[in-house]
């Protein structure tokens, strides 16, 4: 399967590192064409992709044609290709802010596959959302849903759901990130390396995640298993909670999601 990249942005080159590094797509398979000539080029030279000349060119080599380029100017991109995706061509879409309404509105019954991935699927890690249009087939769907599996997990998630998924999925990275690098920071408060509070911070952070993916019980049930009667974890909760943790959480998830959809 020969898979064209419409723009070379950190996205894209996040699920391009990711099939690479999971050696689920072939280098040579691999098209890629953005408006920054001297960002794109040096980037496939280094890993092997075909570097092309323009956005027709990559839809005429591709059997996936996927949209990977700012909202503003996706709809013209995709119209700009719209000769060059013919039989069984499909495309993937992971532009925020537009609806599977709006290619049917600018290109007709062409068969799309909108995601929704996160920046870990550069390392294997990821989790992407997935919705198709009528015009996709389910062998079209399946293959897209196998792509995306081999760099994290998927879920087909209804599209009025998208905005809550890239709050929940898509944002929350940053939001991980600064958890613990503030779990870090209490760490060198009383005495350990930034460079040891990080790691011993990630790991928590990395294995409390898999016990929840792993484990049949909810997460509230996973707390009372680490909270003794009368001991420090419990302290830890209500101290946290008392400065407002979970509401300080859920404000943030509010704001993305408004972000998102454009209320803010």
């Given at each position: 399967m020969k898979i064209g990249f419409l723009g070379a942005g950190n996205m894209g080159r996040a699920i391009i590192d990711g099939w690479l590094k999971m050696d689920a797509v072939a280098p040579s398979d691999l098209y890629i064409h953005s408006a920054h000539q001297v960002s794109y080029e040096p980037y496939a030279q280094a890993n092997g992709l075909n570097a092309m000349d323009s956005n027709l060119a990559v839809a005429e080599a591709a059997d996936v044609i996927v949209l990977a380029v700012k909202p503003n100017i996706a709809l013209d991109v995709l119209k700009s290709v719209k000769s060059a995706i013919t039989g069984d061509k499909w495309v993937v879409t992971m532009v925020s802010g537009l609806q599977l309404a709006d290619y049917e509105a600018a290109v007709g019954q062409v068969p799309v596959l909108r995601i929704m991935p996160n920046v870990n699927v550069a390392i294997g890690a990821g989790m992407t959302a997935l919705i198709g249009n009528d015009a996709l087939t389910?062998?079209?769907?399946?293959?897209?849903?196998?792509?995306?599996?081999?760099?994290?997990?998927?879920?087909?998630?209804?599209?009025?759901?998208?905005?809550?998924?890239?709050?929940?999925?898509?944002?929350?990275?940053?939001?991980?990130?600064?958890?613990?690098?503030a779990m870090a920071r209490a760490g060198v408060?009383?005495?350990?390396?930034?460079?040891?509070?990080?790691?011993?911070?990630?790991?928590?952070?990395?294995?409390?995640?898999?016990?929840?993916?792993?484990s049949n019980k909810i997460p509230f049930d996973l707390i009372d298993q680490v909270s003794s009667p009368g001991g420090t974890t419990v302290a830890g909760l209500l101290a946290m909670e008392e400065a407002g943790f979970m509401t300080s959480v859920v404000k943030g998830i509010d704001a993305t999601i408004a972000k998102e959809l454009g209320e803010d």
């Open positions: 389910a062998d079209q769907y399946a293959a897209g849903q196998k792509l995306f599996d081999a760099i994290g997990q998927t879920s087909e998630i209804a599209e009025k759901d998208f905005s809550t998924f890239s709050a929940l999925a898509g944002s929350s990275p940053a939001y991980i990130y600064f958890f613990i690098d408060k009383h005495g350990l390396s930034k460079a040891a509070a990080d790691k011993i911070a990630a790991q928590a952070t990395l294995g409390s995640a898999k016990m929840v993916l792993e």
